[in-house]
Structures are given as C-alpha cells and as structure tokens.
C-alpha cells in the first residue's frame, strides 16, 4: 500500500509531504497504519471534508491511498477533520518529519 501525504497552510504556510510504502515499514509501524485507515474509514470518506465556517492559517491535508487496485484522495481542512481521521494524520505528520 502506498500512502502520499500533504499537509500545507498554517501560520507560515509551510508544505509538508512525504510517500509512504506501508511493506517498508517495520511490521509495528505498518500495522499502526492499517489500523489508523480502518478507524477512519477511509475509502468510505468523501473526497473533500470542508467546514462550514473558514479560518486564517489552519492547515490543509491531502491524503491519497493507493491499495491494490483501490485508489482514494481525501482532502480536508483543519477544522473539518473527522475524529476517527485524525490517528491517521497525526501518523503520516510523525512520518513527515522524521524523513526530512
């Protein structure tokens, strides 16, 4: 599974991004991340989650999931992140930075 992560906006409007092959994960890391989809449901979500009132400097995210022959981008502001999403996020931000 390959997982491509974007997170911009914010107060300074920095990007961040990095790919991710879930099979070159250690085993712990790989199962965290299947986990962290099935508990936001994720092929299930819309492909934008928007708010309904905006905000200065929050950030944005995109996430695309290639799994098998399944294909799934979500994009989705700060404000409007489901809680069930946000174990994922949290994951892939961690990943972000330590691939720097």
């Known amino acids: 599974m390959l997982i491509e992560y974007e997170r911009s906006g914010g107060f300074a409007g920095m ?3 990095t790919s991710v092959d879930s099979d070159a994960l250690p085993l712990e890391q790989a199962e965290e991340m299947r986990s962290a989809l099935e508990k ?15 905000g200065a400097d ?3 995210y995109r996430v695309t999931v290639h799994a098998q022959d399944i294909q799934h981008t979500v994009e ?4 409007a992140v489901p809680e069930n999403l946000w174990s994922l996020l949290n ?7 330590t691939r720097r």
Not at 40 to 54: K, M
Not at 76 to 79: D, K, Q
């Open 40 to 54: 936001a449901d994720f092929f299930q979500l819309p492909s934008r989650i928007t708010a309904e009132t905006g």
């Open 91 to 97: 994951l892939l931000n961690t990943l972000a930075r």
């Open 58 to 60: 929050r950030f944005q």
């Open 15 to 17: 990007r961040m991004t």
């Open 76 to 79: 989705v502001g700060e404000a």
